[in-house]
């Protein structure tokens, strides 16, 4: 893999290793999993029976599959770190399942399942502050990043990224409508990873730009 057209995301212990080849009209993206990481990237698989493994060790698996396309074009385009954490691990999730047939299952949240979502979303509720990393939720939650990332949007409905960033945005928008006046600031005390992130997830999320928005929230508030 040394084709400089390449496009790689091999994040350091994670398990996991994704290339994406960009240049050719038969572009594909390759998947590699440690073989000691394999058993617990599969036990986020909703319905992979004890068998699953052994056939995906047979030989390579070669498939298409448009939510594995779209999942992929998300994690191209994705520019915060938490979030593209996730979404390569919900990549790698959706290729395992096609892989051994489950491409459809959606198995809802078992008592346990929503009880380790519900540490998560404590965990990020007290943090969601700081920088945050999937590993480290996941940790706090008592279970692996990739089992997190699968059982998250099961049990609350969004990706974990997605949880954290709403937070972080209604903090945003508490603090713009109080008069805070440096975003730059701002945007580190919420968690963001630069002033422009802040600003375009407000935009993304509002339609303006923070400024403009702190300008309006300000104006409604003094309406009597």
């Known amino acids: 893999l040394v084709d400089p057209l390449q496009q790689r995301l091999w994040p350091e212990g994670a398990g996991y290793r994704l290339s994406h080849n960009t240049g050719h009209a038969q572009a594909a993206t390759l998947l590699f999993l440690r073989r000691e990481a394999l058993d617990d990237w599969m036990s986020a698989v909703p319905g992979a029976g004890g068998g ?8 390579p698996q070669l498939l298409r599959c448009d939510d594995v396309d779209l999942a992929h074009a998300a994690l191209c385009a994705s520019r915060d770190a938490l979030r593209t954490d996730e979404l390569a691990r919900a990549l790698v999730v959706r290729l395992l399942a096609h892989a051994v047939g489950r491409g459809d299952a959606a198995a809802a949240p078992t008592a346990h399942e929503t009880a380790v979502v519900r540490r998560a979303v404590a965990y990020i509720t007290a943090h969601y502050r700081e920088r945050l990393s999937l590993r480290g939720i996941a940790a706090a939650a008592g279970v692996s990043a ?10 609350a409905g969004m990706p974990v990224w997605h949880y954290v960033t709403e937070l972080r945005l209604r903090a945003a928008m508490h603090a713009l409508a109080q008069g805070t006046d440096d975003l730059a600031q701002l945007a580190l005390e919420l968690g963001f990873s630069s002033h422009s992130h802040f600003g375009a997830r407000i935009r993304a999320r509002y339609g303006r730009a923070p400024r403009d928005l702190a300008g309006r929230l300000r104006t409604a508030a003094a309406r009597p």
Do not use: T
């Open 52 to 59: 699953s493994v052994g056939m995906l060790m047979r030989g």
């Open 146 to 155: 990739s089992r997190l990332s699968a059982l998250f949007p099961r049990a």
